[in-house]
């Protein structure tokens, strides 16, 4: 019976292993950061061959619409500010503080996204990598009628995005950095 080894040995092994493999893991995606053309310019290329996938195998259209539902959630996500105006407006009836100014005397408040666009990238690299593993599973090639999800996506996209631009145009914000004033440094 002394031959046995101890109970906590085995988990003890896959923790160690585990967090190394998550250490490692972090070290790449920091090292990543500052290269986002690459990066997305990688996701790009996976989306691309996720969809060849797609359309070669003629199947798997649950998880290609899925996976456009999620992304169009990210992007929603990345679109919006970290603190909702219109709740703010709610927030200043009852005396509490706003996130983005809505007079032109106000001080200015940067645009703070909910979802960064390094999170947004990680997550959507995740999801088409994930997807792409999908596509070898048998079990997720539920039959659908495919083109009834790209019409029902596309009207989906449609109302939510113009949603968005109302809110964006509503409460005076761009979320992007192009065609914004850039200032000389002295």
């Known amino acids: ?27 790449y995606l920091d090292k990543s950061v500052p290269f986002t053309t690459y990066r997305w310019t990688a996701t790009g290329v996976l989306v691309f061959l996720f969809m060849a996938r797609i359309v070669l195998a003629q199947g798997w259209y649950i998880v290609a619409y899925t996976l456009g539902i999620y992304l169009l959630n990210l992007f929603l996500a990345f679109l919006t500010p970290k603190f909702d105006p219109s709740q703010a407006e709610d927030e200043m009836e009852s005396g509490g503080p ?14 703070i996204r909910r979802l960064p666009e390094f999170k947004f990238w990680h997550n959507a690299t995740r999801a088409t990598a994930i997807s792409i593993f999908c596509t ?17 996506w596309i009207i989906l996209f449609t109302l939510t995005m113009r949603r968005q631009i109302q809110h964006m145009i509503k409460y005076r914000y761009v979320p992007f950095t192009f065609g914004k004033t850039r200032y000389a440094r002295s």
């Not at 967090?19 to 070290?27: E, N, P, V």
């Not at 070898?136 to 029902?152: M, N, Q, T």
């Open 1 to 27: 019976m002394d031959s046995l080894p101890p109970d906590n040995s085995f988990p003890a092994t896959v923790s160690a292993q585990t967090s190394k493999f998550a250490r490692s893991y972090q070290t």
């Open 98 to 111: 706003s996130a983005l100014p809505t007079k032109q005397d106000e001080e200015f408040r940067p645009f």
């Open 136 to 152: 070898f599973i048998d079990a997720c090639d539920i039959p659908v009628f495919w083109p009834v999800l790209v019409v029902y």
